[in-house]
């Protein structure tokens, strides 16, 4: 690859970082960020581990994004999630896991997840609590144009292994959902030589919120209003991400939509079809409507989900 692919996507972290979660003033800060999805809301999950269980079958999703279409060696991020609620129906567990690459730099994240759900009059609350690990590693021997001894690329980094521990509130109903949920109570500073030193406050905190709903117009056509914000109680900015969201679903099978990534200015356009009660696939496209639109030619998602032994029917379909 040519040192000029490097040298834009660089450039390109540096002024839209926002793009992969909070950054932050101090230097020390080890910040692996919170992602960007553009189809999790058939993936909640990964945005809220209170979110195991709801769809009440043995449910696994796989989705891979590439982002910032047509710049070399651009971050791709790959996601995989499973869970399921006990036979008891209070008790749900999971497993995620995220892999991302991006320039010289690849980071891997995986978590186990723990809910318990509370039966209301018209739907249930699930407390969710998820432990892991996100693991990030820099390879500089790939970088072109380094000349040898060069002390600041002397030696690659040492991988940062970074244990966590994050939480959240869910509640869903057949006519709306919403959450919070906090993906990380713990950060991290380098102090040199390789070590990281993990620290806790609660003005630290990122909050995740998401919520949406579904208005019937007949039997076969529905329409699926839903927003997702990420709040930073650190940042001076404070908004991360604010996507809002429209879905149009189609005798229960097709579903077209989009939303608008305020903070990015980016339009995504979304195509989810409903193939089986068990299968759905789908595909989505962000488009750069911002100061991006000199870089890259936007963003694409591919995502698949399938559930075993589910409750759901044709009779029966689950929207949230």
């Not at 997840?113 to 609350?125: C, E, P, Q, S």
């Not at 963003?299 to 689950?318: D, T």
Request: aromatic share 14%; proline share 3%; charged share 15%.
């Amino acid at each position: 690859m040519k040192r000029t692919g490097y040298i834009s996507i660089i450039l390109i972290i540096s002024i839209c970082c926002s793009s992969f979660g909070q950054s932050g003033s101090d230097s020390t800060r080890i910040t692996l960020g919170y992602p960007v999805f553009s189809q999790y809301l058939q993936n909640g999950l990964m945005i809220n581990p209170a979110y195991a269980g709801s769809r009440e079958a043995l449910s696994v999703a796989i989705s891979r994004r590439n982002q910032w279409l047509g710049i070399s060696n651009g971050p791709v991020l790959t996601t995989v999630s499973l869970h399921s609620v006990l036979k008891n129906d209070k008790v749900a567990l999971g497993l995620m896991a995220e892999f991302m690459d991006y320039g010289v730099t690849s980071a891997q994240s995986v978590y186990a997840v723990y809910a318990y759900h509370i039966k209301l009059a018209k739907g249930k609350l699930s407390f969710g609590l998820k432990t892991g690990f996100d693991r990030s590693t820099t390879n500089y021997s790939i970088l072109k144009g380094i000349q040898a001894g060069d002390p600041v690329f002397e030696d690659n980094e040492k991988p940062y292994i970074l244990p966590n521990v994050g939480a959240g509130v869910y509640y869903f109903s057949n006519r709306f959902f919403g959450g919070v949920s906090v993906p990380s109570f713990l950060f991290y500073n380098n102090i040199g030589n390789g070590k990281t030193q993990a620290s806790h406050s609660f003005s630290e905190y990122d909050l995740i919120f998401s919520a949406g709903g579904l208005i019937s117009f007949s039997q076969n056509f529905k329409f699926k209003p839903s927003m997702l914000l990420d709040y930073s109680l650190r940042n001076s900015a404070h908004i991360n991400q604010l996507d809002i969201n429209g879905n149009f679903i189609i005798a229960d099978v097709l579903w077209v939509g989009g939303s608008y990534r305020t903070t990015e200015q980016v339009a995504v356009g979304i195509l989810q079809i409903q193939a089986t009660p068990q299968f759905m696939f789908g595909v989505s496209y962000d488009y750069p409507a911002g100061r991006m639109t000199t870089f890259s030619k936007g963003s694409g998602e591919v995502f698949l989900r399938y559930e075993f032994g589910s409750k759901i029917s044709a009779a029966n379909p689950r929207y949230f």
